[in-house]
């Protein structure tokens, strides 16, 4: 079994749970004081809010249609030409004779969309999940478990396409439901590690004794102590699923649908052409990779302040 | 003495000094922070290289160990100096068994091959009291309790027969009754081998068991230093009078109150012109925020202090 | 040790089992069923009902799960309808995973040759340049899309350059002699020395770009797990006991050290097989992974669920070698 991915997980949970014991709200206090400092951080922060903000404003910032064909007349396919950088079209026109610069702009809203549902999915079936597990023990914990270190048993590409598959056709929520199913197990053991880590501590053993009501102890006492490790897989995973919809659009079980553009099913279908007209893929390449690597650095830093070991 | 370049220089040690004699016990004794470890490395070269800044001196039989170069230090250390640590578990390599890490010692600095080191290694596990000695050389770490696991770390110390042996809080992660224990051995260790011991440690129960010169640390200074008899009968240095005071003591007349010294460490102020204690001194006058306290003999002990404690103390160690 | 090889066996019983469990259910949540599964979307009506019958649909449902249990225990996958028509999955398995497990292994020594030395030399000069370019440039890997570099490499060295062949394992014209499947051994043991150096050349590509990820992980556990250890209680005592540098950083510092990182290897290695789905398809590399993704485009079933099928057992097994070598190295583990 996954020793492995299952240990850092529970280690990662069980660190928060200490710390909420150690020093209460001041944890999130001296992280933002650490964070605000920190070079890392405040570049992944700058390239988050920007995909954001362009994301926000592509309707008004892209100046054509990303579905209209306007410059479909330059298209030659006998000679495998896509219409050049020209006036109005400073990125070209892609192989249906779509402005390139309208697509990648507008692509940002939907590649937001798949990240950020996608993440949010995952989290909220790993939610269920870790809660149930944490909250009961005994043999629902066991049962919820061994299912969670099944699907960990399986890389977690593969996985996705697994799901994938049981979808046909595909569409845009598809490729989100498969990308987010991975992220279920690796949520819910984190979850339940910190509940579990939890469940045996001061502040939920007094709060017990003086008759608060389980629920309220789940809801109100052991999540909210779960929060920073959840943040900081969330922020991890939010740029693996924009990667994970760009693999699922390369091996053909992504979105058919290109007439609302996504960078990753932009990225995924010009690879046949990649030879012969590299930009095509190098544009939502770049800007996967840049948002990709904001959140990276975003969480890498987060999991950094919020680590015990680091607040000396 | 110290000095850790950063964000703002910090002198965590100054003029602390002090002489250890082959057989003899001195005591560093203080609160936590107050720069007895920093210390104990600075005498072992085990003090980050880029960092800190050490001025001053470490003599050794003649040698100054501060002006030798790594390899040489290198070669003292585990052979002339050998040091004990406080947390016996975390101090010895978990994945490697008991025998390597006394064995290692010996192959580095007497020469033997590890085969030839065995036998010895069982020795020392036997002289430090660890029972079935041969067996346990092959165990771990984690499958030896608290107090052997110390005894493993004193014997891996002591190997080479060194003729310094440093003990920074070498019971404060024990049971009581393993605190005696390992201080009981500590003593005979040292008076059979005639080894000096530098004791650290903030347990004053230590001290009086254990040390035949005390020297009592405050803010990374000496504040005094006195013959262990001395001191406990008559603590002159209102800290250490503090220190003393807030111990409970089982002969003490029923209802007798134990007097707590107020504030904390962080309380410190710089030593520059006051003393650091000053703002937790019962004694403080305006004398002791104004002008810094020189060390001055007094009686056969020295002393850092504008307003001595005068009262013959009542109790006795 | 015994003992804990024996328990960890038993765990391992269990997930396979929990795993057929949900393969079944996958199977049968595949569009069109498992007759679909099997047959393809091809099938005529006539082959469609003679293997509902064959299979027990009509059956209960514990009896279909044995029966498939039965089945895939004696390796029966059904035939492929879209990678190679006709073929037993099965022997496309056996054909195809020796040259998957060949980028795989070379991949990995990659990763794990550059990564944890790399690593080391990072923690031990923390804060240098090394140490700044291997955490930023191990930041922006796992930032990339696989196949994207895949692409990129292919395009500047085979395409652009012209240094290295841009697909397959082989060149055709060599009409080397097979042995094993292994196609650099299988040269090296016939002494086909150009066959050998052909094949080690076709892996250069699609191995790096596989052994980008694994690189950048291992780069970065290392790095972390020495510094960790570093600051460990035990290096100071070994330091206090006045041990020479080489010793202190072997027996000490890097067996310390290792317990991560070999996990990370294995993990590595279990998901090298996801990778390889993407960068054998760029590379058109005839594996499992091209294979599989063959098998998405053309809906071809019987592959699909072999594919995944082993690819989670060999990710499982991986994940036993994993805690077992744990067991060697750390004793708290292995006497517990």
Redesign the interface.
Known sequence: ?????K?RVDALAASSAKKADDSGVSLAASAWRSLRRNPVFLIGAVLVALFVLVALLSPLLAQHDPGERMLADQVVKARNEIPPAQAGHPLGGDLQGRDLLSRLLIGSQQTLMVGVLATVLGLIGGLVLGTLAGALGGWVDSLVM??V???L??????LA??V?????PPNIYTVIVAVAIVQVPIFARLLRGSMLAQRHSDHVLAARSLGVKPGAIVFRHMLPNSLGPVIVQSTLVL?VAI?DA??LS????GNPDDSVPEWGQM??TS?QV??SH?NL?FWP?GC??VV??GF??MG?ALREALDP?NRR | MFQRKGEEPFTAVDGVSFDVEPGQTVGLVGESGCGKSVTSLAIMGLLPRRGPKISGSVRFEGTELLSLSDKQMRDRRGRDLGMVFQDPLSSLNPVIPIGLQVTEVLERHRGMSRKAAQPHAADLLDKVGIPDPTRRLSEYPHQLSGGMRQRALIAMALACKPRLLIADEPTTALDVTIQAQILALLAELVQDTETALVMITHDLGVVAGLCDEVNVLYGGRVVERARRHELFKRPRHPYTHGLLASIPRLDAPRGERLVPIKGSVADNIPWTNACAFAPRCPNALDTCVETTPVMEADNGRLLRCHNPVEQEQEVSA | MLRFTVRRLI??V??VA??SL?LFA?LR???GGPVSALLGERGTEESRARLTAELGLDQPIITQYFKFIGRALSGDFGTSTGVQPGTAAMDIFLERFPATLELSIFAIVVAVAFGIPLGYLAAKRRGGWLDNLGVVGS??G???????LA?LL??VFA?NLNWLPSYGRQADALEATRVTGFFVLDGLLTQEWDAAWDAFVHLILPGVALATIPFAVIFRITRAAVL?VLDEDYVRTAESKGLTLQTIRTRHVVRNAMLPVV??I??QT??L???A??TE??FAYPGLGEA??IS??R?DYPV?QMV?LM??LV??VI??L??LS?ALIDPRIRTR
């Open positions: 079994m996954t020793t492995t991915k240990e061994r299912a270190d099944v699907m048993s399986i890389p977690s590409l593969l396409v697994s994938g598959v049981l979808f046909s740029a990667i760009a693999a390369f091996l053909g079980l990225l995924g690879q990649f030879d590299p893929a390449a996967i990779i990709a690597l990276t650095l890498e070991k | 765990q391992l269990g997930v929990v795993l949900l996958w949540s595949l569009p930041l922006i796992v930032a990339v899309p696989v196949f994207f692409f292919k395009y395409v960790d996990t990370t294995g993990l279990g998901a097989l996801a990778g789905v993407l398809k760029v599989l993704a998405f485009e809906r699909l995944i690819a989670a990710y499982v994940n036993l994993v805690d744990y």
